[in-house]
């Protein structure tokens, strides 16, 4: 993994939680940055996942559905 450029202000934060004995090494602190992302993007898939399951219950609420024929589905899944 090639190194990371940071700006000054990003650079003194860094310092700055080294100092502080939040984090021993650069490092640490952009694997810390780099967890929250990951976080933040699981929320959002959630949220996104939430909101389509609530926008289907609005819909099977108001009658918008058609029944499931698991037959014609998956037809080899009721051969004997």
Known sequence: ??????TEPMEAYVRGQIRS???ANPSEVVRAGIRLLMERDESRQFYALKADLEQAVREAESGAFSDFDPLAYEPDAFES
């Not at 993994?1 to 940071?6: A, T």
């Open 1 to 6: 993994m090639p190194n990371v450029q940071l």
């Open 21 to 23: 004995g939040a984090y």
